[in-house]
T-cell receptor, first 114, second 116 residues
Framework: AQSVTQLGSHVSVSEGALVLLRCNYS??????LFWYVQYPNQGLQLLLK??????LVKGINGFEAEFKKSETSFHLTKPSAHMSDAAEYFC????????????FGTGTRLLVSP | EAGVVQSPRYKIIEKKQPVAFWCNPI?????LYWYLQNLGQGPELLIR????????DSQLPKDRFSAERLKGVDSTLKIQPAELGDSAVYLC??????????????FGPGTRLTVL
């Protein structure tokens, strides 16, 4: 079965600093990978996804993630953090090719200080 | 376009009481999901519907949890009786099938349940 591991339950950065949220996956087949963001008291919103093709995936709000098969990683980055980026971020892997069954990581809370 | 609607947003009950959550998916989305999100954890799938049929309920604790999706639109998730460990956020999501055969899930804001 597929799974994802998110390293670090909390990440703190200063406004304007680089954001790096780590995700490693375990999959016996080529994975489909996702990053979601959850703002307080809101549902999850899709940031970006990797299916096939280009390994560098660009998403909304200036985020991007790079699929590295050799490292089984799909880390999320943003060059310059903004206060509005403070939220919970979840990495997920699809257990099937249709994305109907997503397995989520435990999440990383991003804290942004002025 | 309206998103996934859930109600109530918050619910506080005493243990052993019943509770029900309601979800209205995005119009035209045939697939509906219920997820359980414990504090500090990622969402875990409880049940998935394709129209009115439950096609994956393997993670639904059937001794106390039940769900229905009459007419293939709105859905209700029920717990009876509730236990202290059921305190969590219950998320509903819906999806449509893209031309590439993929299902992108859209999430509602969730119902936060507190069992005292």
């Amino acid at each position: 079965a597929q799974s994802v591991t998110q390293l670090g339950s909390h990440v703190s950065v200063s406004e304007g600093a680089l954001v790096l949220l780590r995700c490693n996956y375990s999959s016996s087949v080529p994975p489909y990978l996702f990053w979601y963001v959850q703002y307080p008291n809101q549902g999850l919103q899709l940031l970006l996804k990797y299916t096939t093709g280009a390994t560098l995936v660009k998403g909304i709000n200036g985020f991007e993630a790079e699929f590295k098969k050799s490292e089984t990683s799909f880390h999320l980055t943003k060059p310059s953090a903004h206060m509005s980026d403070a939220a919970e971020y979840f990495c997920a892997v699809s257990e099937g090719t249709g994305f109907q069954k997503l397995v989520f990581g435990t999440g990383t809370r991003l804290l942004v200080s002025p | 376009e309206a998103g996934v609607v859930q109600s109530p947003r918050y619910k506080i009950i005493e243990k052993k009481q019943p509770v029900a959550f309601w979800c209205n998916p995005i119009s035209g989305h045939n697939t509906l999901y219920w997820y359980l999100q414990n504090l500090g954890q990622g969402p875990e799938l409880l049940i998935r519907y394709e129209n009115e049929e439950a096609v994956d309920d393997s993670q639904l604790p059937k001794d106390r949890f039940s769900a229905e999706r009459l007419k293939g639109v709105d859905s209700t998730l029920k717990i009876q009786p509730a236990e202290l460990g059921d305190s969590a956020v219950y998320l509903c999501a819906s999806s449509f099938r893209t031309s590439g055969g993929k299902y992108e899930q859209f999430f509602g804001p969730g119902t936060r349940l507190t069992v005292l």
